[in-house]
């Protein structure tokens, strides 16, 4: 992690240092003991998984579902895993692959859906709508999907929704909420403690700044975000009404009577589920495990039934090592998380980092097409300027480009995108967003009041213009205001360029405005809407090949790291070393939880490192 260059980042970065730095005083206490044990766990080798015939394969996402898992050092994940510290991610397309593989695989009978730990998607809900078309695409071989959950989350239960039984504990319940988009403000605060935040920006609807301006959502921010979210969650009742074969109609009367039919039902929501049609049958688990038994039969410890979790599945059926291949590709490149200047690992959009992986692909000669997969709000002006020149440059060397967006494309998602040949969003893929701000945080006047005060001199009107502890000159504000109007008309130009529109067509529909991929659609944001493989398919007629592969451009993994997620990845290794962390766990909870806290503002300060102080945000994270 890279020391931020502002002063406030500064201030949480030492505070953040001192904090962690207990934390790996004792991971580096415990480094040799866990060593001892991943040796020892190691040294016979790792078997495969055996896939007995007829098994259930289990899919168990956790956490959350994400297009690429954030980077980790393997160590370091190992000891959070253990202690209950990390924040869980499953790969979209771990789920998707282990799918595809038991649709053909006459081992695997049935799908189990257990969603307990399952606690949301990155960038909205077309993940889970991309998982449920696979289980659709499952159940056409005449395999049953069976859904088990002690309780359901909205989320939750829109996947298990998709299968053919849904089960429920006698003790859970459900409930739809709707969607949110709910923000903190800050601007009382920050008046009390005197920081003065310089906001520039244009666009009616940039609402990413709000947070630091005012103590509530503007109006027009109120308006713009609750058409997108209307138009996600009018999608998700219709999935769920058409899989349980009812009407939207009767969705909204369960909503909206929900407390009634609880009451009804003598406060069991549970019973309250399966009378309104949304759960099949109530199970214990260890009814389930019976009800399992009779259809597969048992396991090999006879305690349950014949069944493979999706990792150990993914083990045993997908190969180890992609092999070269003469014939022509198709290269997909994910680009997930925040935008920033610079170089990062995964579940971070780096500048740089990631026009390597563009440049790379543009360099390979048996590349024809570069599939973009963008799931990212924005950030940085300059790198997501770095990114699309990279993209430009490839389709001036022949090279097809087509953006997939994900869950999200907005502003700086958007900006990457906007030029591309081709560009698809799911209908529930939020976009746009074509607006750009800047923002600079001073403290001169909390540190005047406690006696602190700045003065010098300089050669030129500029050269004192801007301390963060003195405050921002007039002249300089005018000159950043000035970029950022530049950039906004910058951002409208690559658009009306990349979309065939004139810049007024492109102005009507920006303001920052955040839309719907449905309505980035009608608007002509974008071409077509449908799923990665539909934008992968795509990219190939536009480059005129039929017969080719896909190939995904990653950060090539250095030799070390392989070989120490192989270690962790050893099932001996993991259990002893589950015993070797529990000796950090009693590490003070309440001194972990602040150094979390301080780390995850640092990280928010430190993400906002555009060289010119110019970022493309939506802020449109769905709650």
Known sequence: MSKPNSMIGRFFYRIWKTVDVAGRLLIGLIAITILVFMVRGCVSGPDLPKVSDGSALILNPAGTLVEQTTYMDPIEEVIADAQGTKSPETSMYDLLDAIEYAKNDDSISVLVLQTNNLT??????????????????????????????????????????????IYMNPQGS????????????????LDKLGVNVHVFRVGTFKSAVEPFIRDDMSEAAK???????????????????????????DMDNFIENYLEILKANDGNGAKAAVESGFIDKLISRAEFRDLMINQVGLNDKQDSYKAIGFKDYLKARRPLIDMPSSKDKVAVIIAK?????????EGTIGGDSTARLIRKARLDNSVKAIVMRVDSPGGSAFASEVIRSELVQAQKEGKIVVTSMAGMAASGGYWISATSDEIWAHPTTITGSIGIFGMVPTFEEPLNKIG??????????????????????DDLKEVIQTNIEKGYDDFLSLVAEGRDMTKAEVDAIAQGRVWSGEDAHRLGLVDKLGDLDDAIDSAAKLANISDYEVRFVEREISPTEQMIREIMQNTEAQASMQSASNLSAKTNPMIHALGQQLKEVYTLINNYNDPNHAYLHCMCEVK
């Open 120 to 165: 949301g998607a990155y960038g909205g809900i077309s993940k889970f709508q991309d998982l449920r078309e696979a289980i659709e695409d499952f159940k056409t071989t005449g395999k049953k999907v069976i859904a088990i959950g002690d309780w359901y989350s909205q989320g939750q239960y829109y996947l298990a929704s998709s299968a053919d039984e």
């Open 174 to 189: 459900m409930m739809f909420e709707g969607m949110a988009r709910t923000g903190t403000y800050f601007k009382s605060a």
């Open 223 to 249: 308006e713009a975000n609750i058409e997108w979210l209307g138009d996600l969650w009018q999608s998700m009742k219709q999935d769920i009404a058409a899989s349980r074969d009812m009407t939207t109609a």
């Open 337 to 345: 998380g925040e935008i920033v200047d610079g170089s990062r690992k």
């Open 452 to 473: 602190i005060h700045r003065d010098g001199v300089g050669t030129t009107k500029w050269a004192r213009s801007f301390d963060v502890m003195s405050g921002i000159s």
